[in-house]
């Protein structure tokens, strides 16, 4: 399923619509040195983590979007850089778990 598709039916806001690519599972994480080394290119990475070290690595392992949870923001400087790498930005106002729960229920 496409990402704006998902973020559709799931409720999300989109910051950044970035390149509408598949999903093709979910990795839930904060720790970026464990991102970089367990996620996979086409998932979509939940986080609370909103500094651009994090734009930098979802761009790094070609995750599809990434999914900021818990109503956390985005400041002005990772949007632009989101924007600048074509990375789809997400928001979602629910934990973690529940934002994966949603997504999960999208069908991905």
Avoid at 11 to 39: A, H, N, R, T
Wanted: proline fraction near 5%.
């Amino acid at each position: 399923m496409k990402v704006s598709e998902a973020a559709q039916k799931a409720g999300f806001q989109v910051i950044v619509p970035g390149e509408d690519q598949e999903i093709e599972g979910i990795y839930c994480g904060d720790l970026l040195s464990w991102v970089m080394g367990k996620g996979q290119p086409g998932q979509a990475w939940i986080t609370v983590q909103s500094h651009l070290n994090v734009i930098a690595v979802a761009v790094l392992r070609e995750f599809s979007c990434l999914i900021l949870a818990e109503g956390a923001q985005f400041p002005p400087e990772v949007i632009e850089r989101a924007e600048n790498e074509g990375l789809c930005l997400l928001c979602s106002e629910l934990p973690v778990y529940e934002t994966a729960l949603k997504l999960h229920e999208t069908g991905i």
